[in-house]
C-alpha cells in the first residue's frame, strides 16, 4: 500500500470474522445441543456426501502466537485413550447418519494430530475406511509439526490413505521464532516435507504468518522465498490473529514488539510479490497454489469452497466434526463440541448415545442466502446478487442496502459494483473480509471486538 492509500488504514480498521463460516460461531449458544444435533444427523438425506474433521488437541510444545485449542499431554496412554473417544464419537455418528456414506474429504486437525500414538492412529483410519465410502479423488489430509514429527509417521501416513499434508513453519526469522517460543531450524522444515514425499504423501501445504512481533518486511520476504524454494503445493498465509482474550499464552510474546496496521499490510503485500514471482496463484484471501493444484482449478472453476479449516475443494454439503471443539455444519445448524478435552471426555461418558455437543447456532432461511454471498466474496472475489436473489425467489430491493453500503468501498476502489454484479478489486483483495463484511446481519460493533484485527 503506498502513501496515498495510506487513509484506507483509518476507515477499514477494527477487527472482523475471517468467514470460514455464517453465521461465525459468536452466535453460537446453549440453546443448540446434543438433540439438535442427532436431530440433524439423522434428517441427513441418504445420498448426501459428508467430509469429516477429526481434533486433536494435543501437541508436544506451545507456541505463543496460536489460537488454537490444544494443550501439552506427553501422557502416551492419555493420548491413546483421546483417540478411543473419537473412535467411539465416529460409532454414535454413524447410527445416526447411517453406515456407507460416501465420504468425499477427511482432514485430522489440532493441536498437532501425529501426537497420536501410531497405533491408536491407524485403528481410527481403520474403523473410517470401514463405516465410510471414501471418494476416489477424496483429499485426506494432516496437520504435522515438523520439530516433532516421529520418523516412523510419514510411512504410517501413506499406509493409510493420506494423500496430503499441512506444515507450520510460520516465520524462519531467530528473533522472530525467539519472540513466540517456536524454534525451528530450516533442516526440520526440509527434512519433513522431504520424508512425507519420500514416503508418498505427495502433497503438502506450507503455513507462514505475517504480524508476528519482530517481523519485518525484509524478513518475511526472505521466508516466502526460502518457503518458495521447496515447490509446496499450496502455502496459506495468515494474519497474525491477536486474541490474547481468548487465548491467554499470546500475552508471553513481547506485545511492544507487534507491527502496527500499516506495516502488516507491508509485509502482507512483501509475501504476496513473492510468491506471484515464484509461479504460486493467489487463491482468495490467504491462499497461493501451484498452477497444477486442484485448488486452482476450483478457483479458475468457480468451485472453491470455505468451511471451519478455511479454503477447501470439497464440495460435501454436510461437514462432521469429531473430538473436542469440533465443529460440524449441517443443513439444519452448526453444532459445537465441548472445548476441553476433559469435559468432552465427560460427556463422552455421560451415556452411550450421548453426543458431545454444548453449544451451536439453528440456521434460518435468511443465514443461507447471507451465507450464499459472503462464501462467494470469500472464494470467487465476486458475486451476482441478482443471481442469488433468483435462486431463493427474493425481491428486487432485497439488497438495495447493502448496495448502498458498498458505494463507499466502490469509491476507494475495493470493488467494482455493475448492477448486481459485485466484483472485489486487486487492490480490494487486502480487505476482502470488509467486503463480505456488509452482507452480515449479525455484525455489530460491539461483536466485532469478539474478533482479530480485520488487516
Known amino acids: 500500500m503506498n502513501a496515498a492509500d495510506s487513509s484506507l488504514l483509518s476507515r477499514y480498521g477494527g477487527n472482523l470474522p475471517r468467514y470460514t463460516s455464517y453465521p461465525t460461531a459468536t452466535q453460537f449458544s446453549d440453546a443448540v445441543g446434543p438433540e439438535d444435533s442427532r436431530a440433524w444427523l439423522s434428517s441427513l438425506p441418504a445420498g448426501q456426501p459428508v467430509s469429516l474433521y477429526l481434533h486433536v488437541p494435543f501437541c508436544d510444545t506451545l507456541c505463543r502466537f496460536c489460537g488454537c485449542n490444544t494443550a501439552v499431554l506427553r501422557n502416551a496412554d492419555a493420548r491413546a485413550a483421546y483417540a478411543a473417544l473419537l473412535h467411539e464419537e465416529l460409532r454414535r455418528i454413524i447410527t445416526l447418519i447411517g453406515p456407507g456414506r460416501r465420504l468425499t474429504h477427511l482432514q485430522w486437525g489440532g493441536g498437532t494430530p501425529t501426537t497420536l500414538p501410531g497405533s491408536a492412529m491407524r485403528r481410527v483410519m481403520q474403523a473410517i475406511r470401514r463405516d465410510f465410502d ?171 469452497r470455505r468451511n471451519f479449516q478455511g479454503y477447501t475443494t470439497d464440495s460435501a454439503p454436510n461437514l462432521i466434526g469429531v473430538g473436542a471443539s469440533a465443529i460440524s455444519s449441517l443443513p439444519g445448524g452448526m453444532t459445537q463440541n465441548a472445548v476441553s478435552s476433559a469435559a468432552y471426555a465427560r460427556l463422552m461418558a455421560h451415556s452411550a448415545d450421548t453426543l458431545p455437543v454444548v453449544r451451536g447456532v439453528r440456521l434460518r432461511p435468511e443465514d443461507h442466502v447471507r451465507a450464499a454471498i459472503i462464501e462467494q466474496v470469500m472464494c470467487a472475489l465476486r458475486v451476482n446478487l441478482g443471481q442469488v436473489r433468483a435462486r431463493y425467489h427474493l425481491p428486487a430491493s432485497h439488497f438495495a442496502p447493502e448496495l448502498s453500503r458498498l458505494a463507499p468501498m466502490v469509491a476507494d476502489g475495493l470493488v467494482h459494483v455493475t448492477g448486481e454484479q459485485v466484483q472485489v478489486t486487486e487492490k480490494g483483495r487486502s480487505f476482502v473480509r470488509h467486503i463480505a463484511a456488509v452482507f452480515d446481519r449479525y455484525l455489530t460493533a460491539d461483536s466485532a471486538t469478539r474478533h482479530a484485527s480485520a488487516l
Open 134 to 304: 471414501i471418494a476416489p479423488d477424496a483429499e485426506i489430509s494432516i496437520e504435522v509439526d515438523p520439530r516433532h514429527l516421529p520418523p516412523d509417521y510419514p510411512a504410517l501416513l501413506h499406509e493409510l490413505g493420506f494423500n496430503r499434508a499441512s506444515m507450520g513453519v510460520q516465520d524462519l526469522d531467530a528473533n522472530v521464532q525467539d519472540a513466540c517460543g517456536r524454534i525451528q531450524s530450516w533442516e526440520q522444515t526440509s527434512d519433513c516435507l522431504n520424508a512425507l514425499r519420500g514416503a508418498g504423501v505427495d502433497s503438502i501445504n506450507i503455513d507462514l504468518i505475517y504480524g508476528l512481533p519482530r517481523q519485518d518486511t525484509a524478513g518475511v520476504a526472505r521466508t516466502a522465498r526460502a518457503v518458495a524454494s521447496l515447490r509446496p503445493d499450496r502455502l496459506a498465509v495468515f494474519g497474525y490473529a491477536h486474541v490474547p482474550w481468548k487465548q491467554k499464552r499470546q500475552a508471553l510474546m513481547p506485545m511492544g514488539d507487534l507491527p502496527g496496521p500499516q506495516a502488516r499490510l507491508d509485509q502482507r503485500a512483501a509475501i504476496d510479490a513473492v510468491l506471484r514471482d515464484e509461479g504460486f496463484l493467489p487463491v482468495g484471501l490467504d491462499h497461493y497454489v501451484s498452477p497444477r493444484d486442484s485448488m486452482a482449478r476450483a478457483m479458475a472453476t468457480g468451485t472453491l
